[in-house]
């Protein structure tokens, strides 16, 4: 049971490239969601998901698209890269609000630079 | 606009003190409130949450108290220890499919002394 993988852990990018950065979870979660982590601002909601087809947006979700074709990927893509969007993010996957006091439980994060 | 103010920004605690941490929200739907505790180079993970039915709720060293009237919750750690060293954040999120939507606050930065 590997939980909330995140992949690639560091990346680094030219402004204007594109990227994807990838979350899988096998936890069987129905909830999945991607967050940055901005120094000094807490975690911010980017886009969500309450199960596979579909999604909204979060916080701040201008310059990120999300889809999520099945219940353990929510693959997260940047269009177009600019500096702004150098952050930490982070995936997280947790079960049905109705299943209790349920958990969202994190992955490790992947640093993103944007040059 | 933060919906969840968090302070202090960072505190330092002796090993053996109580460290406390407080968050005050705004949305009045926010109904889950958790705390997470973030090591560096790793995710949050959760660490205690209670639901507004109760004013407290203790899991070992670590105690929130809730005021619904005045929209505030703090954590508390009690007998602090080096080990507890990690940066804390307190969300929130309003119930049905809004569950998975957390606000969070800024983050405390706790380092607990030897």
């Known amino acids: 049971n590997a939980g909330v993988t995140q992949t690639p852990k560091f990346q680094v990018l030219k402004t204007g490239q594109s990227m994807t950065l990838q979350c899988a979870q096998d936890?069987?979660?129905?909830?999945m969601s991607w967050y940055r982590q901005d120094p000094g601002m807490g975690l911010r909601l980017i886009h969500y998901?309450?199960?596979?087809?579909?999604?909204d947006q979060g916080e701040v979700p201008n310059g990120y698209n999300v889809s999520r074709s099945t219940t353990e990927d929510f693959p997260l893509r940047l269009l177009s890269a600019a500096p702004s969007q150098t952050s930490v993010y982070f995936c997280?996957?947790?079960?049905?609000?109705?299943?209790?006091?349920?958990?969202?439980?994190f992955g490790d994060g992947t640093r993103l630079s944007i040059l | 606009q933060q919906q969840v103010k968090q302070s202090p920004q960072s505190l330092i605690v002796q090993k053996g003190g109580i460290s406390i941490i407080n968050c005050a929200y705004e949305?009045?739907?926010?109904?889950?409130f958790p705390w997470y505790q973030q090591f560096p180079g790793k995710g949050p993970a959760l660490l205690i949450a209670?639901?507004?039915?109760?004013s407290e709720k203790k899991e070992g060293r670590f105690t929130i108290s809730f005021n619904k009237s005045a929209k505030q919750f703090s954590l508390h750690i009690m007998d602090s220890q080096p080990g507890d060293s990690a940066t804390y954040f307190c969300?929130?999120?309003?119930?049905?499919?809004?569950?998975?939507?957390?606000?969070f606050g800024q983050g405390t930065i706790l380092t607990v002394h030897p």
């Open positions: 997280a996957s947790g079960r049905d609000a109705g299943a209790g006091n349920q958990p969202q439980h």
């Open positions: 936890m069987n979660h129905e909830y």
């Open positions: 998901s309450v199960g596979a087809g579909i999604t």
């Open positions: 949305n009045t739907a926010f109904d889950y």
């Open positions: 209670i639901r507004p039915d109760v």
């Open positions: 969300a929130a999120s309003a119930g049905g499919t809004s569950y998975g939507k957390l606000t």
